[in-house]
Every structure is written in C-alpha cells, then in structure tokens.
C-alpha cells in the first residue's frame, strides 16, 4: 500500500487520519526519509507559473522516485495550452459548449469528477489527456473547443471546497492510472481481486502470471479491489477474479462497466445465470444437458420429504442456489435430517434444489472459454469426505487433483461440457462433471473458475494465461469494428 502526502500552500482540514498534509516548505525539508514506503503525492499547490512552488513540488516528488499528481509533463503541457502553443485543447460537443457558456464559460474538474452530470463525458476525457487534481476548463469561443489549465485548492470557490475534499478522499483509496501521454499499452484493464476472501478463484501467483500475461498481450493490468477501482469507464477490460454473487459488489462493477462499453469477464449475464443452481438446472433440463435427476422445492412438510425420497433414494444432495466452492451444500441420508435441513435451507431461499446423490472418486472441471475447453482436471474428493472441498470445524481442506490436456478427456465429457457452458453463454467457465462408465452428469457451471498456479496451469503453463488475455484483446477488435 502506497503511503500519500498531500501538498498544498495552505492548511486543508481533512478527517482522513491515514492522509497527511504537508506545505510545501515541509515537503521540502523533511523528504525523501530513509526506509520510507512507496510514497504518493498530491500536489495542490498553484502548477500555473513556471518554476512555481507547485511546479518544483512535483519536479521534487519525481526526483525522489514519488509517484505525483500532476506530474511535470502534465504541469507544461498545459502551460503550452494556455499560452496558445500547444493544439491539444479538448473537442467538445456543441450542448457541452453551450452548458458550459450557461455556467460563465467555465467549470472546475475535480479528480476527473464534476458538479454538473452533463459535463461527465469531457470531464472524465481532460482528466484522462491532463491528470491533475484540479482542472479549470475554459470554453474557447472562436472553436468548439476547451482551454485546460491546473490550479490549487486555494483557487476553488468556496461552495466547491467540501466535494473537492471529499472526493480528494476517495481518490487516495483508489489505484493510480498511468496517463494517456506516457503509457505504452493499447488498452488498460483491471483485475479485481479481495485480499481478505479465504479461497479466492486464483492465488497470489497465479494473479501475477495473469498481469504479466495482459503485458504481452497489449494490456497494462492493474490489480485492483472494489475499493480501491474507482471509474470503471477509465478501463477497456474489466477481469474478475473474485468470487462473484448476484447481491455483491462483483455483479454490481460487472453491470456499471458493461454500460460504460468496457468487456468484462466474466460478464453480469454469466454471474446471474451461474451463481444460481436453479436456473441452470432448469436450463440443463430444457437444452437436454445431462445432470443429476433433481426437485425444486419449496418446503420441508413430511409429505414432500417422503416424496423426494422416492424419487431421488437417500442419501440426497441440498443445494441452495447460490454457493460456491461446496459451500451451501448437504448430503442428508435420512428423514428426520432431510426434514431438518430442508427448514433451515427454506429460511435463506424461496427454492431449495435437491438432487440425487451420485458418486465418484473425483469430478470433471472441463476449463470453457468462449465456447470452447481449454484445460481439464480431475478434482479428487477431500480426505475422508464426500466433496472436493471440506469446510468442516472452519478450515477449508481439498483433495488432490491432475491436469491434462484436453484432448484425452472422453469425447461424452467434453460434448457435456460444451453444451452446458453454451447454457451460460461465452465466458470463462468452469464445468463440473461427474462420469460413471459412459454416461455423465453435469453438476454445475462455474463462472469465474479457479486457476491457481501449479494446478489449473499444470499443462499449458503460462499459454493458459495468454489465452484468457487473447480473449479480451478479440473482443475489444471486435467491439472497435463494430464502433
């Protein structure tokens, strides 16, 4: 975590206690410290004025190897506009123009963020050209265009000062874009991840294989949290590597990017349809997809139980419709244990789906990836349990496991999985099936699929990687031919 020192000509009250502030004078004097951490600076010093005090706080913060905003080029290149010397004032829209002439010919951008909704779009595109903390854009009368220059906080209007802090906060807890001028990559994509998840969908190295991947496919990555993200529009890709839910904030960044035109994996539509059992087992059923015989059920009464029972034999599988990596399900080998759970499942959901138990030594991930496999598993069960993962007394154990490539997986099990990912849609997916002899079952779609290095990557190695991050580059081709 990068520590951020805010530098400003005067004292700015913020009730931030992890942010400091600073003047100028004491930037000056007290930094670079030894053994100091990766330091950020927010330079809110005036920039106008060549060799100024805010143009040698950011001189200095580069010199010191301290990541700043505005930078020294920013801060000249917009001296160059303001002097008439440089041509790179911003394009704007003729109702743009004519909103900004309501509002006195200009308006103030904070942190790429403004006041007026309208003004979004070219507040968010001279923050992107222009990275600076405050940005004064002037309409120019004789074209449609405006004049950016960088000022300090003391030149904000008074009513302006609290959204300016406030966003000047929420800024600090964001990641740091590289501006538009310097970075070398085609496009920009963010990896989401949650520190904190005890069994996230890929590990620490795995995470890194993925960035240094995105590198050579034309990407500069950065791993982000939902946190620390901020605009998802400042993206092309959005990669989610965090296990995502309908009612959470992964499907919540999914649906915010997708309408801002950034291509996200995996997609709101592939989050809805396979964080619910019941809807793929429902699809499963309609497309012919070979699964499990399986009930909905909508209540425990000892009637119900006895008919399930029938139909199904004990022991029975429980399934809530939303779970993750075994979690939310129950194997029940009586009645009285069907009845008892089904009651409590009933009081999360509305729908309870329960299946018959059928089982094997390991389970089939068959790795889908627009369409088609990519890599293969077998995922043995847990040591003396009945599923891959055993949650049991708050540790998460595992069994073992073996990758191979996809073309000695059975031809039933590969079919299988083709048409049950082909239910979810395109994305990257992970299919759980289980074989016995020849026939099959798919168990369930997984979006967001684990690939953790030494384990998914066994086979193909970094050439997994790449080909998740040739995916994005041919759906952001794609996306600009059909622009």
């Known amino acids: 975590m990068h520590h951020t020192l805010i530098v400003a000509n005067q004292h700015i009250a913020l009730d931030v206690p992890s942010l400091t502030v600073l003047s100028f004078e004491q930037y000056l004097s007290d930094y670079p410290k030894w053994n100091e951490p990766k330091t950020r600076v927010i330079n809110l010093c005036d920039t106008d004025q060549y060799l100024s005090n805010g143009y040698y706080c950011s001189l200095l913060a580069e010199a010191r190897q301290h990541r700043v905003i505005p930078s020294v080029n920013t801060i000249n290149d917009l001296r160059l506009i303001k002097a008439g010397q440089e041509g790179q004032s911003l394009v704007i829209k003729p109702q743009e123009k004519a909103i900004i002439?309501?509002?006195?010919?200009?308006?103030?951008?904070?942190?790429?963020?403004?006041?007026?909704?309208?003004?979004?779009?070219?507040?968010?595109?001279?923050?992107?050209?222009?990275?600076?903390?405050?940005?004064?854009?002037?309409?120019?009368?004789?074209?449609?265009?405006?004049?950016?220059?960088?000022?300090?906080?003391?030149?904000?209007?008074?009513?302006?000062?609290?959204?300016?802090?406030?966003?000047?906060?929420?800024?600090?807890q964001q990641q740091w874009r590289t501006s538009a001028k310097s970075k070398q990559s085609r496009w920009d994509m963010a990896i989401l991840v949650d520190p904190q998840e005890s069994t996230p969908p890929s590990d620490k190295k795995a995470i890194a294989q993925f960035v240094k991947a995105a590198g050579k496919a034309g990407f500069h990555a950065e791993v982000v949290t939902a946190e620390t993200i901020g605009d998802v529009a400042q993206y092309d890709a959005l990669f989610i590597r965090e296990t995502t839910a309908i009612d959470h904030q992964t499907y919540r960044l999914a649906r915010a990017a997708e309408r801002e035109g950034v291509v996200v994996m995996d997609d709101s539509q592939s989050i809805l349809r396979c964080c619910n059992k019941i809807f793929l087992q429902d699809a499963f059923s309609y497309h012919k997809v070979p699964a499990p015989k399986s009930h909905f059920v909508t209540d425990a009464e000892l009637t119900t139980c006895e008919a399930l029972i029938e139909a199904l034999q004990l022991p029975i599988i429980l399934k809530l419709p939303e779970s993750s990596f075994s979690k939310g399900v129950y194997k029940v080998e009586t009645l009285a244990a069907l009845q008892d759970k089904l009651a409590m499942m009933l009081e999360a959901s509305a729908l309870v789906l329960a299946q018959e138990y059928i089982f094997t030594e390991f389970d089939w991930r068959i790795g889908m990836l627009g369409g088609r496999p990519i890599y293969a598993c077998?995922?043995?069960?847990?040591?003396?349990?009945?599923?891959?993962?055993?949650?049991?007394?708050?540790?998460?154990?595992?069994?073992?496991?073996?990758?191979?490539?996809?073309?000695?997986?059975?031809?039933?099990?590969?079919?299988?999985?083709?048409?049950?990912?082909?239910?979810?849609?395109?994305?990257?997916?992970?299919?759980?099936?289980?074989?016995?002899?020849?026939?099959?079952?798919?168990?369930?779609?997984?979006?967001?699929?684990?690939?953790?290095a030494g384990i998914e990557d066994k086979y193909l190695g970094n050439e997994l990687y790449l080909l998740i991050m040739q995916e994005f580059v041919s759906r952001l081709e794609r996306r600009g031919r059909q622009a």
Request: proline share 4%; glycine share 8%.
């Open 378 to 452: 077998k995922y043995f069960m847990a040591r003396n349990h009945w599923q891959i993962y055993n949650h049991a007394d708050g540790k998460s154990d595992s069994g073992d496991f073996v990758t191979m490539p996809t073309f000695e997986v059975p031809k039933q099990v590969l079919k299988a999985a083709i048409a049950a990912a082909d239910v979810a849609g395109k994305g990257l997916y992970g299919v759980d099936i289980k074989q016995r002899g020849n026939k099959v079952y798919v168990i369930e779609v997984n979006d967001n699929p684990n690939i953790d």
């Open 101 to 172: 002439e309501s509002l006195g010919g200009e308006f103030f951008v904070c942190f790429g963020k403004t006041e007026d909704s309208r003004l979004k779009r070219i507040a968010a595109s001279a923050f992107g050209r222009y990275p600076s903390p405050l940005l004064k854009l002037t309409v120019r009368q004789e074209q449609a265009t405006v004049a950016c220059v960088s000022v300090g906080f003391n030149a904000i209007p008074g009513v302006l000062q609290s959204s300016f802090i406030e966003r000047l906060s929420q800024y600090t």
